[in-house]
């Protein structure tokens, strides 16, 4: 799943880089399998005071962006623009509230050529049907979340239950 001599893209820096990855992954192939007593720790901490809060947001933004652009089959961009829509249209309206937002739409728009080059990789890699990929990221009996909860109902049967109306079913 690397992309040239990386697994994460250097180019992201932080944020969405693990995303892209499992997103390549996917495409190529590989399963996502839950392992509920893993665990992990992050051995420096992060400060998101003043300077470095402005920099989270907007690396935030651009990677999501860059994220989308790289992995997301167009047709299923396309069919799922009037949900997607509102949602950028909001992001973008942050802008009034944070102007350095700005910058990350103008940082993802300016490396477009990049990112191209890049998607052109992942869209020949790929080994899903444009079906397979639809079936990851929408609703109904073969969605990726109903899925997930399968499995995890699977490795922990009873423990997992539905909210209906002040009551717990399994």
Known sequence: ?????????????????????????????????LESRARAWHVREG????????????????????TLLLNERASIWIRHLPLWLPHELFQLAKILRH????????????????????????RARARLSPAQELALFTRGDGSLLRRIRRR?????????????????RA
């Not at 690397?2 to 399963?31: I, N, Q």
């Open 1 to 33: 799943v690397r992309s040239g001599s990386e697994y994460f893209r250097e180019m992201f820096e932080s944020y969405y880089e693990d995303v892209d990855l499992a997103w390549r992954a996917r495409l190529r192939g590989w399963t996502a399998v």
């Open 47 to 66: 400060s998101l005071a003043g300077e470095h809060r402005v920099l989270a947001r907007r690396r935030a933004l651009r990677n999501r962006i860059w």
């Open 99 to 122: 102007p350095d937002l700005l910058l990350a739409w103008l940082e993802a728009w300016r490396a477009l050529p990049r990112i191209l080059e890049l998607r052109r990789e992942n």
């Open 152 to 168: 995890i109902e699977q490795r922990l049967p009873g423990r997992i239950g539905r909210r209906t109306g002040g009551e717990v």
